[in-house]
């Protein structure tokens, strides 16, 4: 019999959904970056990312004036939705159409709302950074791909915050960077980090110095890195003999051309548990930054069932 755990990890190959993949990638920054617009800042950009959502991805909720909107990408249904405080709704189907079309209904429907998006309107960490409203280069979207690939975030979103839940300082929601398309979530160790020199492309340094302010150990995972994407480990500033370190499952290394730990997603799906053998890269890789960093880890991690009753 065929474990229903195994079956909820989809394969999706990374080189099959590749002009969706770009397309889709230019939509989320756009409306990543319409959140950005009225968000207050938050220490490490953390209130421009978009959200895991039971049918997609989502802004949640973004003040705006008096009241509040949010924008949602339906991956199931496969519309854009647009939901205000004051009981306006709009939406519009999700099918090939380039970014300048998307762009361009985007900022229409928000306008019939009576909600302004001042934005930068060019996107970030990519090459070339083509205007949204002149690209027409990204004009794909297979639907089944942009499904599959919401429930790889799906079952990682819930893997990682589960391990999330075992640190007690300060630490990051698990959240989707629409800069390089990944859903992330990054501990801290309360220690100030050396200034990041920055260089990603299209994105201004100083970006990435508030970024990387903190001394960090960052997971996650993105369409990349694996025949199917893959799960990442990181810490910044690297501690002297991190990526000699244990990866935690077979299949697990550090690469030398991507700087981090990885596990290839098609490793974790093939695995006879594939929770426990994302978990236990979770674990080392972090283990790996905290114990050559000299983290207190005693003060940082706690048990996350220390309240379940026995």
């Known amino acids: 019999m065929i474990s229903p755990v195994t079956t909820s990890w989809p394969a999706l190959r990374v080189a099959d959904w590749t002009d969706t993949r770009e397309t889709l990638h230019m939509w989320t920054q756009i409306v990543g970056k319409i959140r950005m617009a009225h968000a207050p800042l938050l220490n490490h950009w953390w209130q421009v990312?978009?959200?895991?959502?039971?049918?997609?991805?989502t802004t949640s909720t973004v003040p705006y004036r008096g009241g509040a909107f949010e924008i949602e990408f339906d991956l199931v249904g496969h519309t854009l939705e647009v939901r205000s405080s004051d009981g306006g709704a709009r939406s519009f189907p999700l099918r090939p159409m380039p970014v300048a079309e998307f762009y361009a209904r985007t900022l229409e429907m928000l306008d019939a709302l009576g909600i302004e998006a001042p934005i930068r309107p060019h996107p970030n960490e990519v090459e070339p950074a083509i205007p949204f409203a002149e690209d027409h280069t990204h004009a794909s979207y297979d639907a089944e791909a942009a499904t599959l690939f919401w429930r790889q975030l799906l079952q990682a979103n819930r893997?990682?915050?589960?391990?999330r839940s075992h640190f007690v300082g300060k630490v990051s929601p698990v959240h989707f960077f629409w800069g390089a398309m990944d859903l992330a979530c990054t501990r801290f160790s309360?220690?100030?980090?050396p200034p990041h020199p920055g260089g990603a492309p299209n994105c201004g340094d100083w970006v990435m110095v508030e970024g990387y302010s903190r001394e960090l150990s960052s997971c996650g995972f993105w369409?990349?890195?694996g025949e199917e994407g893959a799960f990442y480990a990181y810490a910044y500033p690297e501690p002297d003999g991190f990526a000699d370190q244990p990866a935690g499952p077979e299949g697990a290394f550090f690469?030398?051309?991507?700087?981090?730990?990885?596990?290839?997603?098609?490793?974790?799906?093939?695995?006879?548990?594939p929770d426990r053998a994302v978990a236990e890269f979770l674990h080392a890789t972090y283990a790996a930054a905290a114990d050559r960093g000299h983290w207190d880890r005693a003060a940082l991690e706690d048990d996350p069932f220390r309240w379940t009753p026995r």
């Not at 990312?49 to 991805?57: A, C, F, N, Q």
């Open 159 to 163: 893997v990682i915050g589960e391990f």
């Open 190 to 193: 309360g220690r100030p980090a």
């Open 49 to 57: 990312t978009l959200y895991v959502s039971p049918r997609g991805l």
């Open 223 to 225: 369409p990349g890195g």
């Open 255 to 273: 690469s030398r051309e991507f700087q981090q730990f990885l596990l290839p997603y098609e490793v974790a799906r093939a695995a006879p548990d």
